[in-house]
């Protein structure tokens, strides 16, 4: 596609339901981010692949989050049990190697 | 890790004024880079400096790089209604796969 493409663009979790967070990068770029963007803040880093292979993942807040990139194209980012603190914006994006982020849309998730 | 500090946290000016936003870091930064975020909408890259004292312009935006690396400013021209949203400054800290650091922001309101 022309852009990063994230599904879904909404979702609403009950606290405690696991949820699974969709992206589609540009085609053939070799890196991918996830961000966690709350409300009135800047985006921050959860965590990165280059290509499948998971290289950081410094910024994931808990061992409830948990991302894979398994072909190195579409990548997941799940988060089990979830709770209110993790309503946010969780942003993807994706870049050739160490030049310009592209982002996708977001996905929005509420927990209630 | 490396921060980035933003300020001012809000600006609301006059259509037709001008607008400026600063970035701050205490450690050198090997390069930023900076982001528009329209309301409701997700980060666009707008450009990446990389070399000290470096100045780009990009119609009615002009874009610095301070002498020691520590700092970064956007001033706006003339400011439009098209102008409104999110300002970010980004640095991708040295990394050698661009992870980025976001700054908090400055939200920009321009009135008719």
């Known amino acids: 596609g022309a852009g990063v493409s994230q599904s879904p663009r909404y979702k609403v979790a009950k606290r405690g339901q696991d949820v699974a967070l969709r992206c589609d990068p540009i085609?053939?770029?070799?890196?991918l981010f996830w961000y966690q963007q709350a409300l009135g803040q800047g985006p921050e880093f959860l965590t990165y692949f280059q290509n499948e292979a998971q290289l950081d993942k410094s910024g994931l807040p808990s061992d409830r989050f948990f991302a894979e990139r398994p072909e190195g194209s579409v990548s997941t980012l799940k988060i089990q049990r979830t709770q209110q603190e993790d309503s946010a914006v969780y942003l993807c994006?994706?870049?050739?190697?160490?030049?310009?982020?592209?982002f996708g849309q977001g996905t929005r998730l509420t927990v209630v | 890790g490396q921060q980035v500090m933003q300020i001012p946290q809000y600006q609301h000016v006059q259509e037709g004024e001008d607008f400026t936003t600063y970035c701050n870091s205490s450690t050198t930064l090997s390069n930023i880079q900076w982001y528009k975020q329209r309301p409701g909408g997700h980060p666009v890259f707008l450009i990446q400096?990389?070399?000290?004292?470096e100045v780009k312009k990009q119609k009615r935006l002009t874009f610095q790089f301070g002498e020691a690396k520590k700092n970064s400013s956007l001033h706006i021209t003339a400011t439009q209604t098209t102008d409104v949203g999110t300002y970010f400054c980004a640095s991708a800290g040295g990394t050698s796969y661009g992870k980025l650091t976001f700054g908090q922001g400055t939200i920009l309101t321009v009135h008719p």
């Open positions: 085609s053939g770029h070799v890196s």
């Open positions: 994006a994706s870049s050739r190697f160490n030049t310009e982020a592209f």
């Open positions: 400096l990389v070399k000290s004292g």
